[in-house]
């Protein structure tokens, strides 16, 4: 294809403001799906995307468009549309996903205005640097005010209020204009077709019969089909099989030329292969040098996976063998614990992240999983010079230590202006530290912190939502790291400690923590034949304890020496729930309640 008729752009949207639903009707004016095809959001393929209605994994797809309108009227243009996840763990896909395209359709619900993952969004296509058509959508809603948000949007990008289209993703209202304007509007990509070829990978997903399926944007050159192809950060030669476009299904091609978008399948068998941000050359003409911006994603949140039925460890550790296949951000080794028994601590981007692959190996393979309390990664320094990384409460020195480091993200909360003295409370409460604060129209605030990661991987979103009846909006991304003052505490029971308890948290926090966890398996460890103490420790020094009284009598004596066959009922009761017991210590507990114990915390 001529690149000068070729437009790459992608839609970038605060979470549900409807990127999916447009994507669909684009699809279908353009014709590339018909009505009898068409279900929505055609291009969320996951099950589970389709459930959640968020968009994982970005696709592309090309459309064909001809022009109805305007100076450039009946010009045929081709249309690479990229798809971006919209949260905030796939930042980096997002980011290349961008770095594909010259342009970017901002999209905005028009009956809810501007939200922190628009500004990021926008950030980053800024950084790329995008041409950005700002687009107002469901203007079909009763409560749509594009008036109001054209004036928010056309201040924030410094252009008209006039300039904003307007939309309805859902009837296709002013959709076909849009196409025109982004064939008017971006550019087409420019690059050099006889340069050695340099393509960006911006996705890549293992699909059961092909192996993996690798989706690239050209840059320079040209890459055909046939050739062998090699991956610059590894050096990794490959056979190409097949190449082509997605339109939207796979169509076989001969050869993708400068700015064209398409898919290569070498028969390899794991994404680990084929990474996103790395460049693809001809290794029988090499480029010299990669193209910019390749990231080996890091793992942020590290939580011990377990299953509750201990014989179902097998195929736990196939099902992650088989969910990394797809997913290079997913990281994870054997681990085992004295009240769970045999599992993984896996890494995870976020905690959207964990859940998705929780999920994902609960549905798709049947699994039973327990997951203990998230945490960060933490550097420690040691009097002796040595440095520690913890990914594990349990891995976390016990020696002289120096310095702990913590992670902190740089966070912008969107609030209307009643709510911003909650929201301060609440990053303060989290020991946030305020950066900056800035009035995007007369009702509506942008609050800039640095908080630790390990302050909002837990209940932050949730809270952020009900103090703010649901109006705040929150995006971060990581910003290195902060010296902090945080201690182990350990959960003892009868003098043992409970592995799947540990926590690393900060000074002020650790009471607190070692108070609700003691009250808990207080409550839910049932009475033994003798009195059983529930500490809560900082090394050796106690900061809470509980204690689980003995027993005095035995089961039977609840039956008065009475119907002998109810006397057998409970002793089988008995007996069955044996089975579960975990021993720690001397004392026995039943798997439940440390299961109960994780999951409600
Ligand atoms: P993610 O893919 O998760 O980022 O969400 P999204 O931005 O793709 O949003 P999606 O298309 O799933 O739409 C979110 C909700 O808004 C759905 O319930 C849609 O039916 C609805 N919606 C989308 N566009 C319109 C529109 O133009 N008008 C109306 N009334 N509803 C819309």
């Not at 609960?362 to 998230?374: G, V, Y």
């Not at 594990?392 to 913590?406: D, F, L, M, Q, R």
């Not at 912190?449 to 995006?475: H, M, V």
Request: aromatic share 6%; charged share 25%.
């Amino acid at each position: 294809t001529d690149p000068g008729r070729i437009r790459n752009f992608c839609i970038i949207a605060h979470i549900d403001h409807g990127k999916s639903t447009l994507a669909d009707r684009m699809l279908q004016l353009t014709g590339v799906v018909d009505a009898r095809q068409m279900r929505d959001q055609y291009l969320d393929r996951m099950d589970i995307e389709r459930e959640r209605g968020i968009t994982i994994k970005s696709q592309a797809v090309r459309m064909p468009w001809t022009v109805r309108e305007g100076d450039q009227q009946g010009e045929h243009a081709v249309l690479n549309m990229i798809d971006t996840p919209g949260h905030v763990d796939f930042t980096y896909e997002v980011s290349r996903s961008l770095a594909a395209c010259e342009g970017a359709v901002l999209l905005v619900d028009a009956a809810q205005g501007i939200e922190a993952q628009t500004l990021a969004n926008l950030y980053l296509a800024l950084e790329n640097d995008l041409h950005v058509i700002p687009v107002l959508n469901k203007i079909d809603l009763p409560a749509a005010q594009p008036d109001k948000y054209a004036e928010e949007l056309a201040h924030l990008i410094g252009c008209r209020p006039e300039d904003c289209l307007r939309v309805s993703g859902k009837t296709g209202d002013g959709v076909p204009h849009l196409l025109d304007e982004i064939v008017r509007q971006f550019t087409p990509p420019t690059g050099d077709a006889a340069a050695p070829a340099r393509a960006m990978i911006f996705d890549s997903v293992y699909d059961v019969y092909r192996g993996v399926v690798t989706y690239v944007r050209v840059i320079d050159g040209r890459i055909e089909a046939r050739e062998r192809i090699k991956m610059m950060s590894t050096g990794a030669v490959h056979e190409l099989l097949e190449l082509g476009v997605i339109a939207p299904e796979m169509e076989k091609a001969q050869a993708l030329g400068v700015g064209e978008v398409g898919y290569l399948i070498t028969g390899v068998k794991d994404v680990r292969q084929s990474r996103v941000g790395d460049t693809v050359t001809i290794n029988s003409r090499p480029a010299k040098e990669a193209l910019g911006g390749y990231k080996d994603p890091k793992p942020m949140v590290y939580s011990g996976l377990y299953p509750i039925d201990g014989s179902d460890y097998p195929d736990f550790r196939d099902a992650l063998d088989r969910l990394k296949l797809n997913d290079a951000a997913l990281h994870y080794e054997p681990e085992s614990s004295a009240a769970l028994g045999f599992g993984f601590r896996c890494g995870f981007l976020g905690l959207l992240h964990l859940e998705i692959i929780r999920e994902r190996l609960e549905r798709e393979f049947n699994l039973d999983l327990i997951s203990t309390a998230p945490n960060v990664v933490y550097r420690v320094l040691m009097e002796d010079g040595t440095e520690v990384v913890v990914t594990n409460p349990s891995e976390y020195p016990t020696g002289k230590i120096a310095e702990v480091y913590e992670p902190v993200v740089r966070a912008t909360v969107l609030t209307p202006n009643d709510y911003v003295g909650a929201v301060m409370e609440l990053c303060q409460g989290r020991r946030g530290t305020l950066r900056g604060m800035d009035y995007l129209s007369a009702d509506r605030v942008e609050l800039r912190y640095t908080l630790p990661l390990a302050e909002i991987i837990y209940d932050f979103f949730d809270q952020l939502k009900s103090r703010t009846k649901g109006y705040a909006s929150l995006d971060y991304e990581p910003s290195g790291e902060q010296m902090a003052e945080l201690v182990k505490v350990d959960i003892l029971l009868h003098g043992e400690a409970v592995d799947a308890f540990s926590a690393i948290v900060h000074k002020d926090k650790a009471y607190n923590y070692g108070v609700t966890i003691a009250a808990k398996l207080r409550s839910l460890i049932p009475r033994q034949q003798f009195e059983v103490p529930i500490q809560a420790a900082i090394g050796n020094r106690v900061i809470a304890r509980e204690t689980i009284r003995a027993i005095r009598k035995d089961v039977l004596a609840k039956c008065y020496g009475g119907d002998i066959t109810r006397k057998r009922k409970l002793l089988e009761k008995q007996k069955e729930g044996k089975k579960r017991m975990k021993m720690v210590g001397r004392v026995e507990v039943p798997q439940e309640a440390f299961i109960a114990a994780l999951s409600t915390s």
